[in-house]
């Protein structure tokens, strides 16, 4: 049994405070918020859970073997810092930090002390996500011509950081999982529509060595939450939506279609799907069940989690030269290796 | 009543010719086509309109008022050119011409010789678009804070022209129309993926002296059809699904939530949909039917087209700015005044 | 070629114009309706055709083979009749005729003179119906447990008959076609909110010598208009929705669980679908341009329609048991054999 | 704050318990059950309450205000009577008991004794039935023409009573709920596919005073679970569809029309859908939650709960009549006053 500790008790923090409680394999000892209202409903639904407004004293705690961290970004790498000299693994929220230096003075500081680091990416451990990567690894999609991806929130905008921080985070680490490539440069454009706040919608387009190309379309201005994502090869395509309480995925029996006969071409146009559709059956897992039990066995065993600070600072570096092509309305930046 | 001769029987000509015939304001007199094939086709189904394959011909005869060119766009502006200087009024398919420039031209020999010159932007005529605009120009929606539009075809590409030309020069006139502003700044990415063929797949950000920005999703390898459009502004939001057959128009009826309530916050975060929701009934009318009967009335009476040259000439340019910024992977192109 | 003659211009008279002109197999001669209006609306967009709102003067012309007849219901007896004594092959609308007992009379007389006399059940020639019949047929669904159609009209009413010979008509053909089993009992239930005037809304139970049960609910009083069949067998089920665009067919790759794990239990009924699911591609062909060509083949070749007066004959048998069933509510009525 | 314990903790019961400690009103003290895997799953959530195999040791406790009982139904009577005779408040599942004669032995108990009797009909408390009822009884849908649900299963059945006392009992107390009407005569029909098991598949007629028709489609063999119920009115109809994440109530904005102008009706029949529709924004609160706080309200005001004993005694004797009726084929039968 793993002893866990949680800083940070606000929206997501509830999550890992219950996953972690739920699950066999960890114990749920202390959770930290800085506001006692917060500490109160964290006490009033887990009794036997100490609460503490001090991060030091949570920190400090030798009944303590890994801390999982669920606060705003700004205050990642300096908690996770602090963990890690510490001695306690840790599972941090993404964006790993606010920095890609930042991300990697953490690898550095885990690697020195041989403890598990570990992103919470939520998305890679869902059986859709895992369905997906599988399609594209096993090469039944055929050759990857486009990841696409809609991810947009209700209409409220009150953030610190711009949107792609906030929503395309979740495409970065898929695209890197499910396509097993990183990107080489981006191209980004977007707007504010406060004065002085960050950008509250945005559109990337990602470059690759290969002949893929990506595109996130984000912003928190939608009447209607969209999540899909759609991965098309020269064989098959997925359609992954994961708002559909049924056919989460899509899979669809047909590439694309490189003829000169007309009159089938006009077939396709005039019509509305190609090929056979099918939908396969997922498992009903919750993810964050199964990352929890992953970072125990990580912890355990002393093995790289699937979500690894590489993958952390991957998709910070991305979105550091995205927002630098955001101020310039869209120029290509290159992703620093 | 107009006597009209159409020229291009391929994948909308028939259209053209079916709704000339149907409609009380014109005649269809003849049908030219390159191959005797098509005019087959069309004598088959209309015995009494004259077939011809040669152009000149059809363009020599004296009872026709009226030419509609339906025809790959490389030929537009020598064909409607030549319409004109034999005198004859033109309904040409959109994109106008391969240039501005050849746009410009048109439109000043359809000037000087007083002729009638439409575009055939279609959309422009839908029940649908034209509650938009209403939606819009009204001021019920608030301050427009973006556009955006997908708009994908089912897997194929066999193209002359880049994906943006076939398929994003919807979404220019709808947008001169519905918002009222031409834009002045193009960011555009996208990828070929057959060597030496022009871009199957783009991407683009439209900029405006506004704080308004529009987005386009373009391409030919999609698995499913999709034209979805979304307008939000500062008070209400309108999703337009056409291929929807009962709620093509959707009004959300909440804007954006600028409130720091870190409650309210997160239960939007949780949620599905702001507001209420309210689908007008749209008429069925079809819109070229429609667009028939305004290229009547505008011959009669002398009037500007709601889809004159000039937005025919506006949507070329930012299709040619768009391309430039294509080949510069997204650095953007200002759109010439 | 055979000459064809249709009696009747109104909603669905039209349809069966347009494919006899434009099938290769048959050639419209002469159309017949008692309104000098819709006549000339044929007219206008057929000029080659003949009109006459005199019946007797289209039977008794020589160049007429075959005649289809698309009248309100109470006509098709008298007028099917009078066309087999003519000579003529007849196509008739569906019901095949007011009552079980005209059907047997147009039967005996079509065979006495040789003739081919087929009911206009146009859902037997779609290719999702064709497909259904072969899940069955191929055993791939396994026994079938039941059959569920909802089919109901936009808010209207204003007929001479009730809704299930409106509209369950079509049911009562899918059914024998698709199970190849015929009813033996049914119950029907039903109001009308009109005084006097038959049912608007109705519900019929159709019970069979093996475990299937079928059951369909017709009204014309919905506010959207719903097409969905759903057969479900004990190895797969599938779905049909007519009005679904792009995946009218979908079949789910499981069967009825028997089981008492009930943690299994309770997953399912927290769950949301069974089993993969799959929605084959069907061809885009209209039903009817299929129905035309088979009409031509059986006349031709002498061969009985896969919609012959047997079927028109069993659909009516039940629709006066489910009549007599709806009288006295749900009181279970044998159908004739 | 009210003390509860509650009886069976299978599907059901962890919602409850749940619900009763998150309440702010009540307070759970014990929980019962007969298998001590359920108990030690309790225990192990909530380490504060106390566990029993011993439904008497429950009963007898002192501390104890209210109790409720989450069994099969066929212990409903025995336990609730039981728990009236301790002289506590009961809260009982769905259908309230066996027989109508057991739920009139519970009122005049619970009345003798001035205890609170209430059944869990918990779609009473959901904000679309609230609606639902909201635009029936402010008689904005006009005259009620008729009440069509569905509500069918996953593919499984196990079960000791029929598919209606499972499914069809939440459309009854909707009924009663949303019409203010209760049923005079039920015609049922139904098959079971397993020798000697109660039917799986039923569909049920109600037939009121009013012109008023009401159907209910229920069954444990769908391939997709479906929870969809229409109201539908002369002035306007409503459609609640359970498991739509964001548009649960969907308001058709217009009636049914009576009408003999042919082209309109050729219209209705061609169309999709009449009226605007409108989608209302709907409370996100968890039914249960508010059903627990109306409880713990009734007990302490000694107010009449909306779902009280009367409620479920109606209930229970239309799925007596009903079963009656699926027993005859179909054959009405009269609902016991």
Redesign the interface.
Known sequence: MINVGVIGF??WGPNLVRNFSASGRTNMVAVCDLDPKRLAVAARSY??IRTTTDVKELLAAGDIDAVAISTPVQHHFELAMAALKAGKHVLVEKPMASTAEECRLLIEEAARRKLTLMVDHTFIYTPAVQKMRDLVQSGELGEV??Y?S?RV??????HDVNVLWDLAVHDLSIIEYVLGQVPV?V?A???S??PGAPEN?A?M?L?FDS?T?A?V?V?W?????VRQT?V?GSKK?V?FNE?E???KI?V?????????D?EQ?????????????????LA?TEALAAEVSHFADCIENGTTPLTDGVMGFNVVKVLEAASR?LA?????MPVER
């Open positions: 606000g929206y009794p036997a011509y486009y696409d809609v929130n209700l209409g409220l905008f009150q440069a191209s454009t977007g707007i529509h406060v919608i559109y387009t470059f002949s190309i595109h379309n912003n201005l939608a009447p209607v939450k759609l098309s395509m359609v708002l309480p049924s056919e899509k669809y029996d047909k590439g694309i279609v490189l003829n000169d007309q071409i006009n077939k396709l146009i005039a019509g509305y799907r190609t090929g056979d559709m099918w939908a396969p059956q009903g092509s310039e309305r869209g120029a290509s």
